[in-house]
């Protein structure tokens, strides 16, 4: 059980700064007045500002400062924060370091001032606590309006004055989405959210409703980070925006619903426009679900240039990119992707198409929905509900004589058969498989009802793919102890570990992750004569497997092996990226 905290009066007494009946009066006096006891305290000159203020700072374990001590005093930077924010609120910033900022402040109980501050700021918030009159004394007397950030980039206020909940993002921003002076609060605080996501190079946004807060984290690097908590308040105003810049139905609150936002921005206003750095638009996919404290609302960024990042930078070995290039380059068969949802399937054939998207290939693509446009492609996406499903775009498909087909996802046996029969009249068809390794999509679509012949024949190669963190560039470095259990998970020898294994270490490029950025790890099964034979006879996945290790493919933990020992990334990420891979060796 959790240790009940200890009231500001016991505190107060047990130091000997108050006497039981004035404790008593005080507790009087703050109920009549509904005021705090701490204030009530000090109103009545029972005790000084300073007690009170150490008290507090005992009753909540947040660190007193005292800001009468130089040493304390010169360490205060009042650039780190707006001039606005300082003197409004009386906060005053120590450091700022990997993500994270101390703050003295003079209310451990103001919570939403914490919850402003650490949205505004963009980093967590770690509080020190000092006396009020000290804080005002300081601000008064040591702060100049030069030293603080400049008009330019001071965060706006609402008509009232009030400082906006909005995330420190640069203010040239505000141009790439053509903000309105006089827009609304949370309009701009919406823009800025999805702004910020952009920049931080986030793939989802969420919006969580709880019983007490709004929490809003983004994805990053397939890893969830807890942006901030929003006031509750706010909650249904900041859902109604997002659903109406997606042309939801903002009244409809029971059903689930899809939708769409569009908006042109620079992607990174922190560095100079240029040819990787220029004016773009970005689709956001927007997803409304209810749940029991409102509506979750997911927003999947989707940027044009994440597909577009060449076969060469996804991830490949040279030997797989080689046998991956003769693959997508054959006239007809099948080649599968497979994976779990998020392992990039879709990045990795998207990435193929753009290499064999010319003149003379017709493409048509099947999708469900379409997430990124290709010039020169024709791309159909399904519609369950007026009956325009994968099957019945495939059975089109084919009458409108394509060289290269590409059905989003192989889900049935309808799909699977037509995709087969596509395949074996003269077209080349690329599809993704939900299934753990390369060797069980042969397996899995048996399974599904397709003829073993079929499969055997149609076949051309299988490639299982995942993603892991790539280490940051700027702050990775040699572990001299590397956790043995990781080692011995991804195959590494106390020998080949020595001097080439590398950590995570945590820097601003990466806001204290340690990894920035994401590859890919393959494994690659090429249909050989003897594992046609097998897939024929329906033999276990096991014996596939054994045969595809055996003609060459190399198991994804040991393509991440590879990985490892060229620093790119660390075991612990291999490892946990290839769990379920390593479970069936």
Same mark, same amino acid.
């Given at each position: 059980?959790?240790?009940?905290?200890?009231?500001?009066?016991?505190?107060?007494?047990?130091?000997?700064?108050?006497?039981?009946?004035?404790?008593?009066?005080?507790?009087?006096?703050?109920?009549?007045?509904?005021?705090?006891?701490?204030?009530?305290?000090?109103?009545?000159?029972?005790?000084?500002?300073?007690?009170?203020?150490?008290?507090?700072?005992?009753?909540?374990?947040?660190?007193?400062?005292?800001?009468?001590?130089?040493?304390?005093?010169?360490?205060?930077?009042?650039?780190?924060? &707006?001039?606005?924010?300082?003197?409004?609120?009386?906060?005053?910033?120590?450091?700022?370091?990997?993500?994270?900022?101390?703050?003295?402040?003079?209310?451990?109980?103001?919570?939403?001032?914490?919850?402003?501050?650490?949205?505004?700021?963009?980093?967590?918030?770690?509080?020190?606590?000092?006396?009020?009159?000290?804080?005002?004394?300081?601000?008064?007397?040591?702060?100049?309006?030069?030293?603080?950030?400049?008009?330019?980039?001071?965060?706006?206020?609402?008509?009232?004055?009030?400082?906006?909940?909005?995330?420190?993002?640069?203010?040239?921003?505000?141009?790439?989405?053509?903000?309105?002076?006089?827009?609304? &609060?949370?309009?701009?605080?919406?823009?800025?959210?999805?702004?910020?996501?952009?920049?931080?190079?986030?793939?989802?946004?969420?919006?969580?409703?709880?019983?007490?807060?709004?929490?809003?984290?983004?994805?990053?690097?397939?890893?969830?980070?807890?942006?901030?908590?929003?006031?509750?308040?706010?909650?249904?105003?900041?859902?109604?925006?997002?659903?109406?810049?997606?042309?939801?139905?903002?009244?409809?609150?029971?059903?689930?619903?899809?939708?769409?936002?569009?908006?042109?921005?620079?992607?990174?206003?922190?560095?100079?426009?240029?040819?990787?750095?220029?004016?773009?638009?970005?689709?956001?996919?927007?997803?409304?679900?209810?749940?029991?404290?409102?509506?979750?609302?997911?927003?999947?960024?989707?940027?044009?240039?994440?597909?577009?990042?060449?076969?060469?930078?996804?991830?490949?070995?040279?030997?797989?990119?080689?046998?991956?290039?003769?693959?997508?380059?054959?006239?007809?068969?099948?080649?599968?992707?497979?994976? &779990?949802?998020?392992?990039?399937?879709?990045?990795?054939?998207?990435?193929?198409?753009?290499?064999?998207?010319?003149?003379?290939?017709?493409?048509?693509?099947?999708?469900?929905?379409?997430?990124?446009?290709?010039?020169?492609?024709?791309?159909?996406?399904?519609?369950?509900?007026?009956?325009?499903?994968?099957?019945?775009?495939?059975?089109?498909?084919?009458?409108?004589?394509?060289?290269?087909?590409?059905?989003?996802?192989?889900?049935?046996?309808?799909?699977?058969?037509?995709?087969?029969?596509?395949?074996?009249?003269?077209?080349?068809?690329?599809?993704?498989?939900?299934?753990?390794?390369?060797?069980?999509?042969?397996?899995?679509?048996?399974?599904?009802?397709?003829?073993?012949?079929?499969?055997?024949?149609?076949?051309?190669?299988?490639?299982?793919?995942?993603?892991?963190?790539?280490?940051?560039?700027?702050?990775?470095?040699?572990?001299?102890? &590397?956790?043995?259990?990781?080692?011995?998970?991804?195959?590494?020898?106390?020998?080949?570990?020595?001097?080439?294994?590398?950590?995570?270490?945590?820097?601003?490029?990466?806001?204290?992750?340690?990894?920035?950025?994401?590859?890919?790890?393959?494994?690659?099964?090429?249909?050989?004569?003897?594992?046609?034979?097998?897939?024929?006879?329906?033999?276990?996945?096991?014996?596939?497997?054994?045969?595809?290790?055996?003609?060459?493919?190399?198991?994804?933990?040991?393509?991440?092996?590879?990985?490892?020992?060229?620093?790119?990334?660390?075991?612990?990420?291999?490892?946990?990226?290839?769990?379920?891979?390593?479970?069936?060796?």
């Amino acid at each position: 059980m959790a240790r009940s905290r200890k009231k500001l009066g016991d505190i107060l007494v047990g130091w000997g700064v108050l006497t039981p009946d004035q404790v008593n009066e005080a507790v009087a006096k703050a109920k009549s007045s509904n005021k705090r006891l701490g204030d009530t305290i000090i109103e009545l000159g029972f005790a000084s500002d300073e007690a009170v203020t150490k008290a507090l700072a005992n009753q909540f374990a947040v660190e007193y400062v005292d800001l009468a001590n130089s040493d304390i005093a010169d360490k205060i930077d009042p650039t780190l924060i &707006p001039e606005d924010l300082i003197r409004k609120h009386l906060v005053l910033p120590l450091t700022k370091s990997m993500g994270k900022m101390q703050v003295i402040i003079h209310d451990p109980l103001d919570l939403e001032l914490l919850d402003l501050l650490q949205f505004r700021l963009s980093a967590q918030i770690e509080p020190r606590l000092a006396s009020r009159a000290a804080i005002k004394k300081w601000i008064d007397t040591s702060l100049k309006s030069g030293k603080s950030p400049s008009a330019d980039q001071a965060p706006q206020q609402d008509k009232d004055g009030k400082p906006l909940m909005t995330a420190s993002i640069d203010r040239s921003m505000d141009k790439s989405i053509d903000i309105a002076a006089d827009e609304a &609060p949370i309009v701009r605080l919406v823009q800025r959210i999805l702004s910020e996501a952009v920049r931080m190079r986030a793939s989802d946004i969420h919006f969580e409703p709880f019983g007490d807060r709004l929490r809003l984290r983004y994805r990053i690097d397939g890893v969830c980070m807890e942006r901030d908590n929003l006031p509750k308040r706010m909650q249904n105003s900041i859902l109604s925006r997002v659903k109406l810049m997606a042309g939801m139905n903002i009244a409809e609150k029971r059903l689930p619903q899809d939708g769409r936002i569009k908006i042109s921005m620079i992607p990174d206003p922190a560095q100079p426009v240029g040819p990787n750095n220029e004016q773009v638009f970005i689709d956001f996919r927007v997803s409304a679900c209810p749940v029991y404290h409102g509506e979750s609302i997911v927003l999947r960024i989707l940027r044009p240039d994440s597909v577009k990042i060449g076969l060469s930078n996804l991830g490949f070995e040279d030997d797989n990119l080689a046998v991956f290039n003769k693959i997508i380059r054959r006239p007809n068969g099948i080649f599968l992707v497979t994976g &779990p949802t998020g392992s990039g399937k879709t990045t990795t054939l998207y990435s193929a198409l753009d290499v064999l998207n010319r003149p003379d290939k017709k493409i048509i693509t099947a999708e469900d929905p379409i997430e990124y446009n290709f010039r020169g492609i024709n791309q159909c996406q399904t519609r369950e509900k007026i009956g325009l499903t994968f099957s019945i775009i495939l059975k089109t498909m084919l009458r409108q004589a394509p060289n290269i087909i590409l059905v989003g996802e192989i889900r049935d046996r309808e799909v699977a058969e037509i995709a087969i029969q596509a395949a074996l009249t003269g077209h080349l068809v690329f599809s993704t498989l939900h299934t753990n390794d390369a060797p069980s999509a042969i397996t899995r679509l048996i399974d599904m009802g397709v003829k073993p012949f079929l499969v055997a024949s149609a076949i051309q190669a299988i490639m299982a793919q995942r993603l892991i963190r790539v280490l940051c560039p700027k702050c990775k470095a040699v572990d001299p102890e &590397p956790d043995p259990k990781y080692l011995a998970l991804t195959n590494i020898t106390p020998d080949e570990a020595r001097g080439k294994v590398l950590k995570a270490v945590g820097c601003d490029n990466c806001n204290g992750a340690g990894y920035r950025g994401r590859k890919a790890i393959f494994e690659m099964m090429q249909m050989t004569s003897e594992i046609r034979e097998l897939a024929f006879r329906q033999e276990p996945i096991a014996k596939i497997r054994q045969a595809a290790l055996a003609g060459g493919m190399r198991a994804l933990v040991d393509d991440g092996k590879i990985k490892i020992l060229k620093g790119v990334t660390t075991p612990d990420e291999v490892a946990r990226s290839t769990q379920v891979e390593m479970s069936t060796l």
